[in-house]
């Protein structure tokens, strides 16, 4: 069965620095990958997916992530935060080729800015 | 903006009631699917409508239903509620139901059961 782990439930972070939210899946089928942000009363917006190809992959808002297929892990980086990013955010996996796009999140991690 | 509207926006029920959430896909979007987010967690799968027909289902029992209709909406049904059913009701649509499809979240029904 598919899982996510996310491993840290908060980072606090200044304005400006970088920022990496660590998430950690387990698998035992080829997946696909996706990291999605909630703003406060917002629902979920996708900030960028991993299908296939390249490992490293650039999503909006300038975050990328990049999967690693031995550590099973594919975490976000920011090289410099702004206060606009405070929101949580969800690292999720879904299995390829299923004949349903069910989607497993984990528990979040909710980042906050500081000026 | 996704395009995915959803309502209401809050709901107050009391335990053992029905509810009926409902969803406005983006035009064009065959395949919708629901979640549940419960307070400090991360969304669950409740089941994906594709083409009005079920297509998949999570964990959940069978008081939770759903309806597709051809206009891009559908309904989540839940009956006999309980408290444990209280959270932020998400639907989204893609075009089609691969796992590497897309989804376009709305932004939620926040359901209280007392």
């Known amino acids: 069965a598919q899982s996510v782990t996310q491993l840290d439930s908060q980072v606090p972070v200044f304005e400006e620095a970088p920022v990496e939210l660590r998430c950690n899946y387990s698998s035992s089928v080829s997946v696909y990958l996706f990291w999605y942000v909630q703003y406060p009363n917002q629902g979920l917006q996708l900030l960028l997916k991993y299908l296939s190809g390249s490992t490293l992959v650039k999503g909006i808002n300038g975050f990328e992530a990049e999967f690693n297929k031995s550590q099973t892990s594919f975490h976000l980086r920011k090289p410099s935060v702004h206060i606009s990013d405070t929101a949580e955010y969800f690292c999720a996996v879904s299995e390829g080729y299923s004949s349903a796009s069910k989607i497993i999140f984990g528990s979040g991690t909710r980042l906050s800015i500081r000026p | 903006e996704t395009g995915v509207t959803q309502s209401p926006t809050h709901l107050i029920k009391t335990r053992g009631q029905q509810v009926t959430l409902r969803c406005s896909s983006q035009?064009?979007?065959?395949?919708v699917s629901w979640y549940q987010q419960a307070l400090g967690q991360g969304p669950q799968f409740i089941f994906q409508?594709?083409?009005?027909?079920?297509?998949g289902r999570g964990n959940f029992p069978p008081r939770f239903s759903g309806l597709q209709f051809p206009n891009y909406s559908s309904e989540l049904n839940v009956n006999a509620l309980e408290l444990d059913d209280s959270a932020l009701y998400l639907c989204?649509?893609?075009?089609?139901?691969?796992?590497?499809?897309?989804?376009?979240f709305g932004p939620g029904t926040r359901l209280l059961v007392l």
């Open positions: 035009s064009g979007h065959n395949t």
């Open positions: 409508y594709y083409r009005e027909e079920e297509n």
């Open positions: 989204a649509s893609s075009m089609g139901f691969g796992a590497q499809e897309t989804q376009y």
